[in-house]
């Protein structure tokens, strides 16, 4: 199945986006190394949405505003991006749709609202994933139940539950359910329709406040509402925001994002989204 959104991709300006120099042979090397490289380099963002642009995820939409515009974005245009870079390299690929269960009531479930992919790779299958903001991956898992997979001071893996492939990551000592998915196949029709509700609908919390997150082996930063966050290991420091100024000069400095600064975000930066 093609996984990648339709159009040209330009290879050499993705690379240079992620600062990426190493071998590009299909390989778990090759993947392990695009994977973190992307994830440092593009932030997870939602500020189009509350900047009431429409989120388009045509190839050369996303490749204009991520690679050429040096933005972030959410899940659907983070990982179309990397399945068409993946594709390209001649990966196979599978996208997949997920429902997020972190900071879901217990047996309350939420519609499938997030995009990951499946690579099959040398007879085993690996979830990739560079489009979950804070808490999400930085190298890809390998989907062998139970297999812990350590990423940089974080614990991920992915278990089953019934029907389910659930990832989880260990959070104060308790593996905590991020999301759940199975392998039906999922098309470009399947993620439209999914934007559309994340990016428009009122009780969508993308729609409420800014939601920003990047993310090194080092430091992990977090935007939600007006709560900046900033982890190193065990150390975790908090800041509230107090007014534009401040929300552009951090959204420069912490998650290399620069606006103008008559740039007004049309949300209530109180609301803290789920997680």
Not at 189 to 212: K, L
Request: hydrophobic letters at 45%.
């Amino acid at each position: 199945m093609n996984a990648a959104a339709s159009g040209p991709l330009d290879l050499e300006a993705y690379l240079a986006r992620i600062g990426y120099r190493g071998a590009l042979k299909p390989s778990l090397e090759t993947l392990a190394a695009l994977h973190e490289a992307h994830a440092v380099s593009i932030p997870f963002e939602n500020l189009d949405v509350l900047l009431k642009r429409p989120i388009a995820l045509d190839l050369e939409s996303v490749q204009r505003k991520l690679v050429r515009s040096r933005r972030g974005g959410y899940c659907f245009e983070q990982n179309a991006l990397f399945a068409a870079v993946l594709e390209r390299l001649g990966f196979c690929v599978a996208p997949l749709a997920a429902r997020v269960r972190l900071g879901a009531e217990p047996g309350a479930p939420r519609p499938r609202s997030h995009m990951l992919l499946k690579v099959d790779l040398d007879g085993a299958a690996w979830l990739a994933d560079v489009g979950f903001g804070s808490p999400g991956l930085l190298a890809p898992v390998r989907m062998s139940p139970d297999e812990p997979s350590e990423q940089f001071g974080c614990t991920y893996r992915v278990a089953r539950d019934g029907e389910f492939w659930v990832v989880q990551l260990i959070i104060d000592a308790v593996w905590t359910d991020l999301y759940a998915f199975t392998l039906e196949p999922q098309y470009p029709i399947d993620f439209e329709v999914a934007n559309y509700f994340i990016s428009t609908h009122p009780r969508s919390i993308f729609v409420q406040a800014p939601f920003v997150a990047r993310r090194t082996p080092e430091v992990r930063c977090t935007l939600r509402g007006r709560e900046l966050t900033i982890s190193r290991g065990e150390q975790t420091s908090a800041e509230t925001i107090a007014g534009n100024e401040q929300l552009l000069a951090a959204l420069a400095e912490h998650f290399g994002l620069h606006f103008p600064a008559e740039t007004r975000f049309l949300a209530d930066p109180d609301v803290r989204p789920p997680g």
